[in-house]
C-alpha cells in the first residue's frame, strides 16, 4: 500500500510511534518526510512540534529565531506554543541582537511585549544602534520615555550614552522626552556628553535639548563634557547652541574656562576662545593660566599667552602663575614663563617672591639663573623675616640652598636661619660654608634651639665638630633647659656623647626644666649605647637624681621594661635605696616593673630583693596605672614617660605652652592627669590630644578602666619640691 494512500490517523499513529523511540535520527526523519508533500506535511507538522514542545522545551523557537525564520515560529503557535509560557527562552533578546525584524514582528504579533524580557532586548538593539529592530519595538508599545530603573533613566538615556544616533533618531520620531531627567545625571544629552557622542548630541539639541540644564553636582552637559576632555562633543554643543540662538555669554559661562584649564587640554581652550570666552576670569580665585601653571601644561600656558592673558595676574594678593609653577615643580612652565617676560620679583599675600620657592630638580640651577638674569633679588625677605636661602632650607631643599650662595646669597641677614637647618640635617658642606662666612653660631629658633644643639639632637657628628672648632657655646640650653649633651641621649648619639665629652665642659647631671638628665633620658628611652657611654665615663652622672615627678632613672628603666639597662644601672646605684626610692604616686620600683608587660624585668627585680633579704612582692591590690609596653614608634607621656598615650582617643591632653624637651607639644596620659599631674605651670589649658603613631597592641585599656575607681592621690608637694 502506497503512503499517501493511508488514512492520516495511520500516518498519525506511525508519526507517533515513531517519536515514542524519541530517537533524534527519527526526529530529523520524520522532519524530511514532512517536507516530502503538503500532504505529509499538514499531517507530521503539529506532531513534529507538540513533541519539540513536550520533550525539547519548544527548543525550535529558538532555533528559529537565531536563523529569522519566522514560518517555524508561527507553526510552533500553531500547534500549541504558548510565548508567555517561555519566558525563560531569550526569544526577543536573540532576535534583537542579531536584527532579526521579521522574526521579531510574528514574536510581537502572537505575545504582548511585556512577556519578553525588553530591557535586554533593548539593550542588544542600541548596542548595535539596530534601528528597525527599536522601530518595531517601538510600535509594539515600546516607551522610550518610562524609567526602566529606580535612577529614572529612560531608553533614550541608554540610546544617548551609547551613541546610537538611528535608535535615538527613532525615539525622538516616537515622541520620547528629551528633556527627561535621570536622578543623578540629568538628561540624555548630558549623558550624550559626557561620552561625546557628537551625533547623538546634534540630534537631541535638534529637538530642544538644553544645553544648561544641570546634572551631578549642578554641571551642565556643556562643562561636563569640558570636564571629560571631550573637544568634539564641546564644539558640537557650542554650535548647536549658536544655531538655535544661545548667547555667547550663556554659551561660555564664568567657570567653563576654568574647568578647562584644569582639564588640561589646550584643544578645549582655543575651542572656547573661538566661542567668545574670556580667559582673563577668576570664578574661584584662580586664573585659567594659573591653573595651567599650577598642574604644569606648558601647551596650555603657551596658548593661554598667545591669547594675551596678564602673565602676573593674582587674585587679592595670591600666587601669580609663576609662584604656582615653581611650587607644583614645572621646569618647563616655569621657563616658558620667564622667557615670556613673568615678574620675577612678584609676591604673594606672605611676601614670597619666585626665589623663595625654587624647586629642587635637575634645572633648578638653570632656573635660578633665568630668575637673576631679569632681576630677581637674592636678599628678598618675606612678610614674616623668611630669606630666600631659609625658605629652601626649611623645606630641605639643600641642593638649592647650594647653588643661591654659589650664587651670592647672603646667609647673614639678621632674620636668615640657614646654619641652624642645615645643622639640623647635617648638610657639612653648607655648614661649612656659612661657618665660613662667618654666621651667627648662637642663632635660634622658637623653641630656642641653636645649631649645636639641632645637630647633636639630629645625629651629624661632623657638624658638632665643626661647630665646635668654631667655638659654638657647649653650654647653651633650648626653652626646656637642655644642653647639647641631653639632646644627644634623647636622639641615640653615643658617639656625640663621647664629642661632647670629649671638650671637658660638659655636666652630666645638668637637668632640664622637668629635672631630667641625659641619663634619664637614656634610660626611658632605651638607648643603651648612650647609658653605656654616660656610665663608663671617668665622671658618670649621678643616678639618685628625680625628676619633677619624683622618678629615679632606675624607676624609670623599670616602668618602661628595659632590662638590659636595669642590668647596666645596678652595679652603680644603692643597693638598699634603688628598691625604696618612690616617686610622687608614692610606687617604687618594683611596683612599676609588674605593670611593664615585660615580666623578665617583674622577675629579675623581685629576685634582686629576694637576694637582698627584702620583700619581694611588687604591689598588693589593683594598680592605679594602666599595663604598658614601650615602643620607639609611639608618643609617651611627658610625666610618667610611658606609652601610655597612643590609640587612645580622646582621653589623652596636650600644653602648647610647656616644651618638651625634644621640642613640640607636653603631652600627659589620662591616668596622669587623673591622678593630679600637671605640666610646668598648673594655670595652663590643656586640649585633647590623639597620637596617630601605633595601634593599641602596646596599651592595656582594661587595666586602666579597672583603676579608674581606685584612684590614689598624686604628691603634688613632692612635684613643688622637685621643681624648688
Not at 108 to 127: N, P, W
Request: aromatic residues 6%.
Amino acid at each position: 500500500m502506497k503512503l499517501l494512500t493511508l488514512p492520516p490517523e495511520v500516518i498519525v499513529l506511525i508519526t507517533s510511534y515513531m517519536l515514542w523511540e524519541n530517537s533524534a535520527q527519527n526526529e530529523r526523519d520524520l522532519a524530511r518526510l514532512a517536507n516530502t508533500c503538503h500532504q505529509l506535511h499538514r499531517v507530521v507538522n503539529p506532531i513534529l512540534y507538540r513533541h519539540n514542545r513536550t520533550f525539547s522545551g519548544s527548543s525550535a523557537l529558538l532555533w528559529a529565531v537565531e536563523r529569522d525564520i519566522p514560518e517555524v515560529v508561527a507553526n510552533a503557535c500553531d500547534a500549541g506554543t504558548d510565548l508567555e509560557r517561555c519566558y525563560g527562552m531569550p526569544l526577543l533578546r536573540c532576535a534583537a541582537g542579531k536584527g532579526h525584524v521579521r522574526v521579531i514582528r510574528e514574536l510581537l504579533q502572537r505575545c504582548r511585549l511585556r512577556f519578553f524580557d525588553t530591557k535586554t532586548a533593548v539593550t542588544v538593539a542600541l548596542e548595535n544602534d539596530l534601528a528597525e529592530v527599536i522601530q518595531v519595538l517601538v510600535d509594539n508599545g515600546l516607551d522610550p520615555s518610562k524609567p526602566i530603573d529606580s535612577m529614572l533613566k529612560t531608553y533614550l538615556h541608554q540610546a544617548s550614552e551609547l551613541g546610537a544616533v538611528k535608535s535615538v533618531a527613532v525615539m525622538l520620531k516616537a515622541g520620547a522626552n528629551v528633556s527627561a531627567r535621570h536622578h543623578i545625571d540629568g538628561t540624555p544629552l548630558y549623558f550624550a556628553a559626557i561620552k561625546g557622542k557628537v551625533e547623538v548630541i546634534k540630534l537631541l539639541m535638534e529637538h530642544g535639548a538644553d544645553a544648561g540644564c544641570l546634572g551631578v553636582e549642578d554641571y551642565s552637559p556643556l562643562a561636563e563634557a569640558v570636564r571629560r576632555n571631550q573637544p568634539l562633543a564641546v564644539e558640537a554643543i557650542l554650535q548647536s547652541s549658536r544655531n538655535t540662538g544661545m548667547t555667547k555669554s550663556k554659551a561660555i559661562p564664568a567657570s567653563l574656562f576654568y574647568a578647562a584649564a584644569a582639564s588640561g587640554s589646550p584643544t578645549l581652550i582655543k575651542l572656547l576662545l573661538q566661542h567668545g570666552a574670556n580667559p582673563n576670569i577668576a570664578p574661584d580665585g584662580r586664573f585659567p593660566l594659573t591653573v595651567a601653571a599650577e598642574y604644569g601644561n606648558v601647551e596650555m600656558v603657551k596658548v593661554l599667552l598667545e591669547c594675551g592673558v596678564d602673565i602676573d595676574a593674582q587674585y587679592e594678593g595670591d600666587d601669580t602663575p609663576l609662584h604656582m609653577a615653581m611650587k607644583g615643580n614645572h621646569p618647563e612652565t616655569i621657563m616658558v614663563l620667564i622667557e615670556a617676560g613673568a615678574n620675577v620679583s612678584s609676591a604673594d599675600r606672605s611676601g614670597l617672591q619666585p626665589l623663595h620657592v625654587v624647586p629642587q630638580c635637575d634645572k633648578s640651577a638653570e632656573i635660578i639663573d633665568a630668575l637673576l638674569a631679569k632681576g630677581a633679588d637674592l636678599s628678598a625677605v618675606s612678610n614674616d623675616g623668611l630669606t630666600i636661602l631659609q625658605s629652601s632650607a626649611e623645606v630641605s631643599n639643600f641642593d638649592v640652598v647650594r647653588l643661591l650662595l654659589e650664587r651670592g646669597a647672603n646667609p647673614k641677614l639678621s632674620s636668615d636661619r640657614t646654619l641652624l637647618l642645615a645643622s639640623r640635617h647635617g648638610q657639612e658642606w653648607i655648614v661649612e660654608h656659612l661657618l665660613n662666612c662667618g654666621c651667627d653660631l648662637e642663632m635660634t629658633d622658637n623653641d630656642g634651639c641653636t645649631p649645636l644643639l639641632a645637630a647633636a639632637q639630629f645625629g651629624s657628628l661632623k657638624v658638632v665638630r665643626m661647630l665646635l672648632i668654631k667655638g659654638a657655646n657647649i653650654k647653651a640650653t633650648n626653652k626646656s633647659g637642655c644642653e647639647s649633651a641631653l639632646l644627644a641621649a634623647i636622639g641615640s648619639h653615643a658617639d656625640i656623647i663621647r664629642e661632647l665629652l670629649g671638650t671637658g665642659s660638659v655636666d652630666l647631671d645638668q637637668q632640664d626644666l622637668d629635672g631630667r638628665t641625659a641619663l634619664f633620658y637614656a634610660v626611658m628611652l632605651g638607648h643603651q649605647s648612650v647609658v653605656e657611654a654616660l656610665l663608663t665615663h671617668h665622671s658618670p652622672p649621678a643616678l639618685n637624681t628625680t625628676d619633677r615627678y619624683g622618678a629615679t632613672p632606675f624607676i624609670m628603666a623599670a616602668r618602661n621594661g628595659h632590662l638590659a639597662l636595669i642590668e647596666h644601672l645596678l652595679p652603680f646605684v644603692n643597693q638598699w635605696d634603688v628598691l625604696h626610692d618612690r616617686d610622687n604616686w608614692g610606687q617604687d620600683a618594683l611596683y612599676w616593673a609588674a605593670l611593664c608587660k615585660n615580666p623578665q624585668v617583674k622577675n629579675r627585680l623581685e629576685s634582686y630583693a629576694r637576694d637582698l633579704g627584702m620583700d619581694a612582692r611588687s604591689y598588693v591590690g589593683t594598680p592605679i596605672h594602666p599595663h604598658a609596653l614601650f615602643t620607639s614608634q609611639t608618643c609617651y607621656c611627658d610625666v610618667c614617660g610611658r606609652c601610655t598615650i597612643h590609640g587612645v582617643r580622646g582621653r589623652s591632653q596636650q600644653c602648647h605652652h610647656c616644651v618638651c624637651a625634644a621640642g613640640g607639644q607636653f603631652l600627659i596620659c589620662s591616668s596622669c592627669s587623673r591622678a593630679g599631674a600637671k605640666c610646668r605651670d598648673a594655670g595652663h589649658i590643656w586640649d585633647l590630644y590623639e597620637c596617630e603613631n601605633g595601634d593599641m597592641s602596646a596599651y592595656d585599656l582594661d587595666s586602666e578602666s579597672a583603676s579608674e575607681s581606685e584612684e590614689e592621690p598624686y604628691d603634688s608637694d613632692g612635684a613643688d619640691r622637685e621643681q624648688n
